[in-house]
């Protein structure tokens, strides 16, 4: 998978097999249904069988704020806009936040139900605990692992921008070296992610 994002500060957090159709997050049903495969699935029939592109003209960059072994594919490249604040409204049961841990959030829907989950909320946690890989874009080796530790709020988006939007806390962005109007914007532009099963051989890391 093929898109655009951008490195999202987090400023704080608040803390293998087939799945059912009714397990699935809506940024999964969103990508096979837009693209009729999903890169990093744990679901054989729904594995993409070239390379795929979903890309997006224009990511929101966020500042996150608490509330209450193959070639990396990469899913989020490109140009974006800028949007203040977003609001981490799920934190995963069972997850313990490390100060010094690599630690991300995902977009967690519009809150409007099961059927409006993002990648994660309390409807539907299945993508709790998964690590995804992220980078900056077209520098493999400024490549971290992350655990995903709860859903975000991106503001008022649509899955075609909230399902590219990530955040991360304050170690993982000082793992990226960011210079210092990257410090000063707490953000770093032309970022890549996805859940770390894109070879399909890191089956508790897989989207669904």
Request: proline content about 4%.
């Amino acid at each position: 998978m093929k898109a655009t994002v951008v490195g999202i500060l987090l400023a704080a957090f608040a803390l293998a097999c087939v799945k059912a159709d009714n397990e699935h997050t809506q940024c999964y049903k969103y990508f096979l249904n837009k693209d009729h495969c999903v890169q990093a699935t744990g679901v054989e029939a729904d594995r993409c069988t070239k390379k795929e592109s979903h890309e997006l003209e224009s990511v929101r960059l966020m500042t996150i704020q608490s509330g209450g072994s193959g070639r990396l594919q990469r899913r989020y490249n490109g140009p974006a806009t800028v949007a203040e604040h977003a609001t981490q409204i799920y934190s995963c049961p069972g997850l313990k936040p490390d100060p010094n841990g690599y630690e991300v959030c995902v977009w967690a829907g519009d809150g409007n139900g099961s059927k409006n989950t993002g990648w994660l909320d309390k409807a539907n946690k299945v993508n709790c605990g998964k690590q995804v890989y992220i980078q900056r874009k077209d520098d493999k080796k400024s490549v971290q692992y992350a655990t995903i530790t709860g859903g975000c709020d991106f503001g008022n988006v649509k899955p075609e921008s909230g399902c590219f939007q990530i955040g991360i806390n304050q170690p993982l962005f000082e793992s990226f070296k960011p210079s210092q109007g990257e410090k000063d914007k707490k953000l770093i532009a032309s970022m890549t992610w996805d859940f770390n099963n894109l070879n399909f051989d890191n089956p508790k890391n897989a989207a669904y």
